[in-house]
Each structure stands twice: as C-alpha cells, then as structure tokens.
C-alpha cells in the first residue's frame, strides 16, 4: 500500500519561499504521475502542478506558473514543490498525490489520484 508524507509548510510573508517535500513508501513510484493539488477555505482542491505517468512534464497550473517548480527524485520516491514569491492566495492546504492509472488528459484532476498525503499547510501573509 502506497503511503505518502509531505512535509515543508509553514507560515511565511508575500515574497517569501517554500520548499514543500512528498515522500513516498509502500512500493515503487517510478511509473506512477506524481503531483501537488491545494485546498483553501471555503473552495474546491485544486491542481498545482504535475509529472506524468510517462515522466513527461512538469505541467503547472496557471496561477503558479513561473513561481513554482516540481522536480523528483525517483530513487528515493520522493518529489518536491519550491515556491517562491508566494502570494496570500497560495494560502491552502497541500496535497501530494500518486496515481499509477491517471492519462495525461487528465492530470490536473483530483479524483484520478488514488494515493493522497495527509497534507501540509501554507499560510502567506500579506
């Protein structure tokens, strides 16, 4: 069974940077895409950014793209997202999330991801 951990959150001011840190366990994650969803208050869980199954990407969402960068590091299991000029509305809680079926299609959708972190929160203050 696949279980993943984030780590990195924390408090920090507009401009400021993060490193958010997913590791997984419970069997290798080389085949699997690999992703950062997020979650405010009030709204629905929404994709970060993401590789594919294949390995291809990094594919961002919009609202990030540019300040964020996912890389991985498949001999450990483990992926990374570095935020940098965060902005209050990065303030959310974030997911990591593995899935060894999603299509490219599909990778920014939250319901294709099997494997989930318990998540970590961020909080940009202005």
């Known amino acids: 069974q696949v279980h993943l951990v984030e780590s990195g959150g924390g408090l920090v001011q507009t401009g400021d940077s993060l490193r958010l840190s997913c590791a997984g366990s419970g069997g290798t994650l080389r085949d699997h895409a690999k992703a950062w969803f997020r979650q405010a208050p009030g709204k629905e869980r929404e994709f970060v950014a993401a590789f594919s199954r294949t390995g291809t990407g990094p594919y961002y969402a919009d609202s990030v793209k540019g300040r964020f960068t996912l890389s991985r590091d498949n001999t450990r299991n483990m992926w990374y997202l570095q935020m940098n000029s965060l902005l209050p509305e990065d303030t959310a809680v974030y997911y990591c999330?593995?899935?060894?079926?999603?299509?490219?299609?599909?990778?920014?959708?939250?319901?294709?991801?099997?494997?989930w972190g318990q998540g970590t929160q961020v909080a940009v203050s202005s």
């Open positions: 999330a593995a899935s060894s079926s999603v299509i490219l299609s599909a990778l920014r959708s939250a319901p294709e991801f099997g494997y």
